[in-house]
């Protein structure tokens, strides 16, 4: 239940509607009781088993007083306009009665759903905090179709398990208790033998709830693994295809889908058990209740015919909320288990925030500086030891081959992930003592995948300055060489590219994150291999765009194609995580070393 109540703490924006709700609720309560409690003095009198009040007896907050004032209303129909009439008037208070009852049914469901709504509105808005806040880090852990999946399957589950139980367990109760309170004031002893009974179903409900939710943790795990691979197929379906892997790929995700049934077969064996067992339990129930009520009239004891019919009428209005609890804490047990994955991401550690006392920094003067700098993402060090010095304007080159560490250097600048030994610092200021936001207001990124949004070209370029005019996004895609193209669009400025941008092709998307960067007017630019994706014609424009944006800006490239950084102030050579080499390209041509040897091979497969 812990989930179900971390649930609720998003609600306490709507405490008003919660209260509100429960007020509704306790009025038509009160209204469906009253119409069927009129329901024994009216038999009683009818039927001549209940002596007619002549006298009008003086009015008090008490049961007899009510009973007797009730009586002497419905004799004096009786007595000035006949049986007939006096039964149709009576007929008109029980629909009366029962028009108010669901007046007031109505009201306590209007405010239940801007309760719940806004509930679920709380907990996605939090969920998709958190997902931004986390960094790069966890999702090298995770799956993305899981994560996915949490935001959707399980919310989903959260809504229509839990906010239903909710209603079920706002209302019901209150239901319950008024009709326990009336049978207690009909009947205490035949109350009392119900109230022992009532436990022993509740202890066979629990008892298969608790195997209900270890099911539904592991069906939600399952839909999360299924998301995945449907992601992972359709991001890789040109591979997939190009290696006739359709077969295996089809294979691996019918093996997920068939293990989803069968643990979905045994969720809802669980959850369909538990209408016909609280059905049978009640049968046991009200088969004792009308055993032992009888045994009370015969005996001549407590109980006559007509007060025993009404304390049953009223004994079958438990019934249906006693089996809509019970279905409740089934939906509980099973929401549990999404509440549980929602909450795994909302408990996630931020291993990257600010620190306490964190400073701004507006501007970037001398050097950014990485002082014995080691990180490892688990096993290994991807970096051993880096000490670089880049000096304020200056381009800085870092070439290797795959895995030497280069990216790995690139996503230490801006913290996607913090050193595990030594630091990195901006004119003198350790970086992780900078605020996040200052620090990433200084650099502007440019990765080899070029990360558009399904929105206008306006809008992708505007990212990281919401606030500018299109005269400046004009001019940030005039140096980005993309002003061209973009004139041609259908909408120009305003056109829609598509999901990820995919409306155009590889070098003009690049030229689209180039503008971006220029708009944002950072002092450090990180490139991390922006052309290497690109045919010749693209490329060319996209390096011009580069030269463009990187005058009078600290730089640092990660390159692939050599001849790109040729002009770079300084080439980093990096191997296994180390810097070997260092300097110009004349000087690393002088050495005759790695750098050399990469050339030689770039110039040899060209």
């Given at each position: 239940?812990?989930?179900f109540?971390?649930?609720l703490s998003f609600?306490?924006?709507?405490?008003?509607?919660?209260?509100?709700?429960?007020v509704?609720?306790?009025?038509?309560?009160?209204f469906?009781?009253?119409s069927?409690?009129?329901?024994i003095?009216?038999?009683?009198?009818l039927f001549?088993?209940?002596?007619r009040?002549?006298?009008k007896?003086?009015f008090a907050l008490?049961?007899?007083?009510v009973v007797d004032?009730?009586?002497?209303?419905i004799?004096?129909l009786?007595?000035?306009?006949?049986?007939?009439?006096?039964l149709?008037v009576?007929?008109?208070?029980?629909?009366?009665?029962?028009f108010?009852?669901?007046?007031f049914?109505?009201g306590?469901?209007f405010?239940?759903?801007?309760?719940?709504n806004?509930t679920?509105?709380n907990?996605?808005?939090?969920l998709?905090?958190?997902?931004?806040?986390?960094?790069l880090g966890y999702?090298?852990?995770?799956?993305?179709?899981?994560i996915?999946?949490?935001?959707?399957g399980d919310?989903?589950?959260?809504?229509?398990?839990?906010?239903?139980?909710l209603e079920a367990?706002?209302?019901?109760?209150?239901?319950i208790i008024?009709s326990?309170?009336l049978?207690?004031?009909i009947?205490?002893s035949?109350?009392l033998?119900?109230?022992v009974l009532?436990?022993?179903?509740a202890?066979?409900?629990?008892t298969i709830?608790?195997?209900?939710?270890?099911?539904?943790d592991k069906?939600?795990?399952?839909?999360?693994h299924?998301?995945?691979?449907i992601?992972?197929?359709l991001a890789g379906l040109r591979?997939i295809?190009s290696?006739n892997a359709e077969?295996?790929?089809?294979k691996?995700?019918?093996?997920?889908?068939n293990e989803?049934?069968?643990?979905?077969?045994?969720?809802?064996?669980r959850k369909d058990?538990?209408?016909p067992?609280s059905?049978?339990l009640?049968?046991?129930?009200i088969?004792?209740?009308?055993?032992?009520?009888?045994s009370?009239?015969?005996g001549g004891?407590?109980?006559?015919p007509?007060?025993?019919?009404?304390?049953?009428?009223?004994f079958?209005?438990?019934i249906s909320p006693a089996?809509?609890?019970?279905s409740?804490?089934y939906?509980?047990?099973?929401?549990?288990?999404?509440s549980?994955?929602?909450?795994?991401?909302?408990?996630?550690?931020?291993?990257?925030?600010d620190?306490?006392?964190?400073?701004?920094?507006e501007?970037f003067?001398?050097?950014?500086?990485?002082?014995?700098?080691s990180?490892s993402?688990?096993?290994?060090?991807?970096?051993?030891h880096?000490?670089l010095?880049?000096?304020?304007?200056?381009?800085?080159a870092?070439?290797?081959?795959?895995?030497?560490?280069?990216?790995?250097?690139a996503?230490?600048?801006?913290?996607?992930?913090?050193v595990?030994?030594?630091?990195i610092e901006?004119?003198?200021i350790?970086i992780?003592?900078?605020?996040?936001?200052s620090?990433?207001n200084t650099?502007?990124?440019v990765?080899?995948e070029?990360i558009?949004?399904?929105?206008t070209?306006?809008n992708?370029i505007?990212?990281?300055?919401p606030?500018?005019t299109?005269?400046?996004v004009?001019r940030a895609?005039?140096?980005a060489n993309?002003h061209?193209?973009i004139?041609?669009?259908p909408?120009g400025?305003?056109?829609n590219?598509?999901?990820g941008?995919n409306?155009?092709?590889g070098?003009?998307?690049q030229?689209?994150?180039?503008?971006?960067?220029v708009?944002?007017?950072?002092?450090?630019?990180i490139?991390d291999?922006?052309t290497?994706?690109?045919d010749?014609?693209?490329e060319?424009l996209?390096?011009?765009?580069?030269?463009?944006?990187?005058r009078?800006r600290?730089?640092?490239?990660?390159a692939?194609?050599?001849?790109?950084?040729?002009?770079?102030?300084?080439?980093v050579?990096?191997?296994n995580g180390?810097i070997?080499?260092?300097g110009t390209?004349e000087?690393?041509?002088e050495?005759?070393?790695?750098?050399?040897?990469?050339?030689?091979?770039?110039?040899?497969?060209?």
């Amino acid at each position: 239940m812990k989930y179900f109540f971390r649930i609720l703490s998003f609600a306490r924006a709507y405490s008003i509607h919660a209260l509100l709700n429960i007020v509704f609720n306790v009025l038509a309560t009160i209204f469906s009781l009253f119409s069927v409690a009129l329901i024994i003095p009216i038999l009683g009198i009818l039927f001549g088993t209940q002596e007619r009040v002549y006298e009008k007896p003086e009015f008090a907050l008490n049961k007899d007083a009510v009973v007797d004032n009730f009586s002497y209303f419905i004799t004096q129909l009786i007595e000035n306009h006949g049986e007939r009439y006096a039964l149709l008037v009576i007929c008109g208070i029980l629909v009366g009665a029962y028009f108010f009852k669901n007046v007031f049914r109505y009201g306590a469901l209007f405010f239940l759903a801007k309760l719940r709504n806004g509930t679920i509105r709380n907990v996605r808005n939090a969920l998709h905090k958190k997902v931004l806040e986390l960094p790069l880090g966890y999702y090298g852990e995770k799956r993305k179709g899981d994560i996915m999946a949490r935001m959707s399957g399980d919310m989903t589950e959260i809504e229509w398990s839990l906010l239903t139980a909710l209603e079920a367990l706002i209302k019901q109760p209150i239901m319950i208790i008024a009709s326990i309170a009336l049978l207690f004031t009909i009947s205490p002893s035949l109350t009392l033998f119900i109230l022992v009974l009532l436990p022993v179903s509740a202890i066979v409900i629990s008892t298969i709830g608790r195997s209900l939710r270890k099911k539904s943790d592991k069906a939600q795990n399952l839909a999360g693994h299924l998301l995945s691979v449907i992601e992972e197929s359709l991001a890789g379906l040109r591979v997939i295809k190009s290696f006739n892997a359709e077969r295996s790929t089809q294979k691996r995700f019918e093996d997920v889908n068939n293990e989803l049934r069968k643990n979905m077969n045994g969720v809802l064996h669980r959850k369909d058990m538990a209408s016909p067992i609280s059905e049978f339990l009640g049968s046991i129930v009200i088969a004792s209740v009308i055993y032992y009520g009888s045994s009370l009239i015969l005996g001549g004891n407590e109980l006559k015919p007509e007060v025993f019919f009404g304390y049953l009428f009223i004994f079958f209005q438990i019934i249906s909320p006693a089996k809509t609890i019970s279905s409740a804490f089934y939906n509980i047990q099973k929401g549990n288990a999404s509440s549980k994955r929602i909450f795994d991401i909302l408990d996630s550690p931020v291993a990257i925030r600010d620190a306490e006392n964190a400073q701004e920094i507006e501007t970037f003067q001398k050097s950014i500086q990485f002082k014995g700098v080691s990180f490892s993402y688990g096993e290994g060090l991807a970096l051993d030891h880096i000490n670089l010095d880049i000096p304020q304007g200056k381009s800085v080159a870092l070439v290797g081959q795959s895995g030497s560490g280069k990216t790995t250097m690139a996503n230490l600048l801006p913290r996607f992930y913090d050193v595990t030994q030594g630091s990195i610092e901006i004119d003198g200021i350790d970086i992780r003592s900078v605020k996040l936001k200052s620090l990433r207001n200084t650099m502007g990124i440019v990765t080899q995948e070029s990360i558009l949004f399904n929105d206008t070209i306006a809008n992708n370029i505007k990212l990281g300055k919401p606030g500018a005019t299109p005269e400046e996004v004009r001019r940030a895609a005039e140096i980005a060489n993309a002003h061209e193209f973009i004139e041609l669009l259908p909408d120009g400025y305003d056109t829609n590219i598509g999901d990820g941008g995919n409306r155009l092709s590889g070098g003009q998307k690049q030229r689209i994150s180039i503008a971006r960067a220029v708009l944002k007017n950072p002092p450090i630019l990180i490139l991390d291999e922006a052309t290497s994706a690109l045919d010749t014609e693209s490329e060319r424009l996209v390096q011009e765009a580069l030269e463009n944006v990187m005058r009078n800006r600290t730089s640092v490239v990660i390159a692939h194609r050599l001849s790109t950084i040729q002009n770079a102030d300084i080439i980093v050579v990096m191997q296994n995580g180390t810097i070997k080499e260092k300097g110009t390209h004349e000087e690393l041509l002088e050495k005759s070393g790695i750098y050399a040897h990469l050339i030689e091979l770039q110039s040899f497969n060209g």
